[in-house]
């Protein structure tokens, strides 16, 4: 059974309230995602309920299993560089938890790029099967956080178009395993804006 087990990101939507109750386990993570365990029997996935977990040998233990099956799913790992230098760091694949990865960054990051530095990292997560991160560094942070945004938004709704396995519009800000919204989405109009907090503002700048 453990090796079946996968921590998953999901939208927060996807547990509607008609149905959260069986999921109390869920644990939110930032505006907007949810942390919650998958089993993947191959030819299906679903998510794990309450009555699941218990059956199954309990939370901290499936979790520990999610995140350890986790960090064995392949993925692809590319870098893109802007006119002006800036780089992106993107990470894609097939699996359906690719874009959970975002829940153990700091080791995707010591797998592609280094450890991640103190000031955190930007980090879009659009769809199960992409996300797309910048170390925060040096003053190109700034021009990775209008792309990201973009970046992310679009591939949303492509996502979201598509059925495939839409998460998140927002750009988020990862510093010590903590994922904060650094955007507010409008479901109207489909906008997004950038909001950076007082203490990010003075490292990137305030967004043009």
């Not at 103190?118 to 997560?125: D, H, T, Y």
């Not at 996502?159 to 989405?185: K, Q």
Request: one cysteine or more.
């Amino acid at each position: 059974m453990s090796e079946l087990v996968y921590l998953r990101l999901i939208a927060d939507d996807m547990l509607p309230p008609e149905i959260v109750d069986a999921y109390e386990y869920a644990r939110p993570v930032a505006e907007g995602l949810v942390e919650a365990l998958s089993l993947d029997l191959g030819d299906a996935v679903s998510m794990l309920r309450d009555c699941d977990v218990a059956q199954y040998g309990g939370l901290e233990k499936l979790r520990a299993a999610g995140r350890a099956n986790l960090l064995k799913d392949p993925f692809e790992y590319d870098t893109v560089e802007l006119d002006d230098g800036t780089v992106l760091h993107l990470v894609a694949g097939d699996s359906h938890y690719v874009g959970s990865q975002v829940l153990i960054l700091d080791e995707v990051m010591r797998t592609t790029h280094g450890h991640p530095p103190p000031e955190g990292v930007l980090v879009a997560v659009p769809g199960r099967h992409h996300f797309a991160f910048h170390p925060i560094m040096d003053h190109h942070a700034g021009t990775a956080v209008k792309a990201l945004a973009s970046f992310g938004l679009e591939s949303y709704e492509n996502d979201a178009n598509e059925g495939n396995g839409p998460i998140s519009p927002h750009l988020y800000w990862w510093r010590d395993g903590t994922l904060t919204s650094l955007t507010a989405f409008d479901n109207g109009d489909g906008t997004l804006t950038i909001e950076l907090p007082g203490e990010l503002e003075p490292i990137i700048g305030p967004p043009a």
